[in-house]
């Protein structure tokens, strides 16, 4: 019997240390907002994990899924220039800021019977892909993939959502074969748009990341970008 528990006790302890040692890695690799991003943070409303930039008059909802490993805050500036010009900005905080451990996020925050879109970056772009594919909510009117693609998992060929795809020029974190590859899982209506000079990282403001293209434009313009197309493909959506 004593043999019994030492080996229960010998593999919780593993397991303890193996969590503590992932949850130091994810804090670790974890990208952080810039000092910009930051500040802008500073005017938002953070309420039941979701950073929030409320709209004066709200047109409509964006319900936004971070990139994986990157910090939430670290999309304010773009959110808060889209909040400005009518839409509320809704940004999901992730368990260890992966977006696939709450795919579904978009249906507490999405409200009853607000119309509103739904779109991530990266990782979080393929996540809100995902759901997009999966919800039966009618007010969902379209989905914006920054620096991603949707999967087979999230295919939206056989839906009427309005979709933007947005990617930057410089980037070297998205896979380009699998994002062309996987056109076909979008409506042939799918707005397509390229940030010249932009990279992954410029989606937010974190920095360089790990393996990117480095930008020939500053993060700022960037992020103006991101903000200008997302208002315009708005615009028209929420008509």
Do not use: C
Request: charged share 15%; no cysteine; aromatic share 10%.
């Amino acid at each position: 019997m004593n043999k019994v528990k030492k080996i229960i006790i010998g593999i919780i302890s593993t397991i303890a240390v193996l969590l503590v040692v992932a949850a130091g890695w994810v804090h670790f690799s974890t990208y952080r907002p810039s000092a910009s991003a930051q500040r802008v943070a500073r005017s938002a409303q953070h309420v039941d994990n979701t950073t929030i930039f409320p709209a004066k008059h709200n047109k409509m909802t964006v319900i936004f899924y971070t990139g994986a490993l990157v910090a939430p805050d670290s999309y304010s500036i773009w959110a808060k220039q889209v909040a400005a010009a009518g839409y509320s900005v809704k940004i999901v905080h992730f368990p260890l800021n992966m977006a696939f451990f709450n795919v579904n996020a978009a249906d507490k925050l999405a409200g009853k019977n607000n119309n509103y879109v739904v779109g991530g970056h990266s990782l979080g772009g393929a996540m809100a892909s995902r759901y997009a594919h999966n919800t039966h909510n009618k007010h969902l009117r379209g989905i914006f993939l920054l620096g991603a693609y949707a999967d087979e998992k999230g295919r939206l060929d056989k839906t009427n959502l309005n979709v933007l795809s947005i990617t930057a020029s410089h980037d070297k974190v998205l896979n380009w074969q699998k994002y062309q590859a996987n056109k076909k899982y979008l409506p042939k209506t799918t707005s397509y748009q390229t940030i010249k000079g932009g990279n992954h990282g410029g989606f937010g403001s974190y920095g360089q990341q790990k393996g990117d293209g480095q930008a020939t434009i500053s993060n700022a313009n960037q992020q103006k970008q991101v903000a200008s197309l997302l208002i315009n493909w708005l615009n028209k959506v929420s008509k």
